[in-house]
């Protein structure tokens, strides 16, 4: 299983935070603002995913995708 938490990210040209092909994964408590694309991003095989207590804002896409 793979965690990420307790992060500020903020700025940038991509994600926030991106995953793919991940089982288990946790995604908690972080802030993510003012990303170019997505705040989060879930892609393609990423089962049992956990998305929770976040605050995602000013992003240019969405804030979870």
């Known amino acids: 299983s793979t965690n990420i938490l307790n992060n500020t990210i903020q700025g940038g040209n991509?994600?926030?935070i991106y995953s793919e092909n991940?089982?288990?994964?946790?995604?908690?408590?972080n802030q993510i603002t003012s990303m170019n694309s997505d705040g989060i991003r879930l892609q393609t095989g990423c089962t049992s995913?956990?998305?929770?207590?976040n605050t995602i804002s000013s992003n240019n896409n969405y804030g979870i995708y």
């Open 22 to 29: 991940s089982n288990y994964i946790t995604i908690s408590q």
């Open 49 to 53: 995913a956990l998305v929770d207590s």
């Open 14 to 16: 991509g994600y926030g």
